[in-house]
């Protein structure tokens, strides 16, 4: 309710609110220092690093490992 208005608004003012929109630029983006740059650089690295090496710390875990799986079934064979 707090965005309604209560008299009517002309066409006219509305065709025009997108001129009015266009006509304000935003400010220049500040050049980024070397420290920034850097900054980001490293973290992008480090990102990707933990990535990786989740990946290969994971890789194992995930592999089927069919001889574990038949010594625990031969195990069980030989108990009865």
Do not use: C, Y
Request: charged residues 15%; glycine residues 8%.
């Amino acid at each position: 309710m707090m965005f309604s208005r209560r008299e009517p608004v002309p066409f006219a003012f509305v065709a025009e609110a997108d001129r009015f929109r266009s006509n304000v630029t935003p400010p220049p983006r500040e050049k980024s220092s070397a420290g920034q740059i850097a900054g980001r650089w490293l973290l992008g690295v480090t990102i990707i690093a933990a990535l990786v090496g989740s990946l290969v710390l994971g890789m194992p875990a995930l592999t089927v490992d069919h001889s574990a799986a038949d010594t625990q079934q031969s195990q069980a064979s030989q108990g009865h």
